[in-house]
DNA sequence: TGCATAGATGAAAGCGCTGTCAATTGCCCT
DNA sequence: AGGGCAATTGACAGCGCTTTCATCTATGCA
């Protein structure tokens, strides 16, 4: 690769418009100017038909002409809602969370609720960090992602007195409610799919090894001893974050230890479609070579050549279900719903990358 | 493709611990717990070594114990400083938004800044809607994406007094501070680097059709007209959302309507893989057959089989010096930077997926 | 015509915290 | 020993809004 031509414009330097902040209009501000008391500003605007035509007319173009725009933060502080969910999710770069938050945007925005989103850097000290945060702007609920919080972030949530939904994962003991997919279970049918093809010598990729990632492992473990299969030359595994180039690098690596292998299950889309790469770069065909299954099907599964057989996640899902349960704890009567733990399963989704093994060879 | 094997488990419900709201613990819980007026407690947890190491010691007991958490909203309405900073995106699922938001958080959270973002999901109302709520949380700045905002959009935002960040794009009249990269120059530039390799029929494929796309297609159209191309038949464009299948998609219809294309600009990376899986479909060789170009360099720009060449924009240095300036005047002397707009430029990144036209054929 | 009643409006009291300034204490210096 | 000063601590008044309750119309009815 060589980097070329590196155009860079000129910088010419616009106007200066200062604009220091003088204060801001106030809904007392508003009411002067309409001639009427701050409440009635306040009614007007969040209960307009408790206020007469008239006055509400006359507050309207007040707010207008002084651009008010009201001070969220008093509102909450008077009134003990804020109108905001806490989520915290472990990365922001990974495609998988980008369709959960948008799910949770999907549903929170409509109904009048924003969301506050913190990362956690896949490190448990961050993410109990990011819960204290996030519990000090009084969210209405808390939504976070797995379940392997720290026992103080654990008691945090305990005691917030919110709804709190712990998701992507099923839990032997939620918090409050839990909506997710057996990781193990996900692993092991991954593997298992590949071991009902007829392959035994089946590789593992794996990446970041965070607590799903170590799950699906575990599956993919169980399974393979069940057809007695030793697995420590198989699993190529590191902790450094998944990337497509990482999953062309692991893969390579994998071979190497065993050149053999028949089959290989990534345990995520990105290192699969990053192996499948490094198939093509090495003319090694898929699936007639060498089978391949990834992890979460995301969008470009569909779409790569040969097309990646992957394990379907219900992320949007998992958000949109949490995201329906919140509102109706948060807004309705207050009570739970029946069931506090939710399994929305996966499904494998079978495309061109994988296929029997044959009679004869691999 | 083939839907299998649905897993789905058992729900057994977990143990029921109900936790409703009794009130939360206050600076005031907190100071009489440990024997001393609220101020100090407010000092203890703020500016410890205003406070004597006895009281402090006390205090710190009675917040462990008590499980206090401080009322941010309480705090930001009294103080005047919410430690809050307001972001708009145009979508949370698109990979560059990713990078940019990435950055933003790297800068944001150790300085003890949060990151409120919302996203205008490419529409313009829904990004008035965005800035405005965002503004009544009181943000210290706003950070937003692009320069085509509403006119009520740029007057509430000149109005709140704050700084705020205009990215991505290089604004004639920017509101406040400017920050990103010439798309017009950057669309040309990527065309302008097919032609100067000898190729004249030279495709376009472009998808959503926003702002930026929309200029980097002027961009094309320039550079085209300058070798006096007419670009007609040699642009595929859609309003709908890339995805690598609409890449896929769009490519095809490109290459229906020009047969004889020679190579293609992809308005974005994700639609380049597309049309690179599309090629690999149709056996039609990259780069000896036709040659891709995409925009953004994304990660698998770097890995993929053919490598794509790619015009990398400063994603994530942009949000960085977003941030870093809106932190200068935050915290700092409250001064605008000298350079009121910044051009961070682009780079033509050339890999396998485009090479010279050969003297006799394509 | 007079009184009850619903509807519309306003006054006052906080929400939980911080900024400001006053009060207290202990210690150093002359 | 007394004054001065710094170091601590506390009292009080809001931040801008909502909640609650009181007040003040109109209207309906006897």
């Given at each position: 690769m060589l980097r070329k031509t590196c155009w860079q414009g000129m910088t010419q330097v616009p106007k200066n418009s200062q604009?220091?902040?003088?204060r801001r209009t106030t809904l007392s501000d508003v009411a002067s100017h309409a001639g009427v008391s701050a409440v009635t500003v306040s009614r007007a605007l969040r209960q307009p038909d408790m206020v007469s035509l008239d006055l509400r007319e006359r507050i309207d173009v007040s707010v207008r002409e002084l651009g008010y725009i009201p001070n969220q933060l008093a509102s909450a502080l008077a009134s003990a809602r804020t109108g905001t969910i806490g989520v915290v999710v472990p990365s922001l770069t990974n495609i998988v969370f980008a369709d959960y938050l948008k799910a949770l945007h999907d549903i929170f925005q409509p109904a009048g609720f924003q969301v506050l989103v913190l990362n956690s850097r896949y490190a448990l000290v961050d993410e109990e960090r990011a819960i204290s945060t996030l519990l000090g702007q009084h969210p209405e609920a808390m939504i976070v992602a797995?379940?392997?919080?720290?026992d103080h972030a654990r008691k945090l949530l305990e005691n917030a007195g919110i709804p709190v939904v712990q998701t992507m994962e099923l839990a032997d003991d939620p918090i409050d409610i839990n909506i997710g997919l057996s990781q193990v279970d996900a692993g092991y049918a991954a593997t298992r799919y590949l071991l009902d093809l007829g392959f035994r010598r089946i590789g593992h990729v794996a990446a970041r090894l965070e607590p799903r990632a170590r799950r699906r492992m575990e599956g993919y473990r169980r399974a393979m001893e069940e057809f007695g299969q030793d697995t420590n030359l198989l699993v190529a595994s590191t902790r450094r974050p998944s990337t497509f180039a990482l999953g062309a690098e692991m893969f390579a690596e994998g071979l190497a230890s065993t050149p053999d292998m028949e089959a290989v299950f990534c345990c995520n889309d990105d290192l699969a479609l990053g192996a499948l790469f490094e198939c093509q770069r090495r003319g090694i065909?898929?699936?007639?070579d060498l089978s391949i299954i990834g992890f979460n099907d995301l969008e470009f599964c569909a779409s790569s050549y040969p097309a990646l057989t992957s394990v379907s996640t219900p992320r949007y899902e998992i958000a949109r279900r949490a995201a329906e349960i919140v509102l109706d704890v948060v807004r309705g009567s207050g009570n739970r719903p029946e069931e506090r733990r939710i399994d929305l399963g996966f499904t494998i989704v079978e495309r061109e990358s994988t296929r029997p093994k044959r009679p004869g060879g691999t």
């Open positions: 604009g220091r902040s003088r797995g379940i392997d919080q720290t065909r898929v699936p007639e």
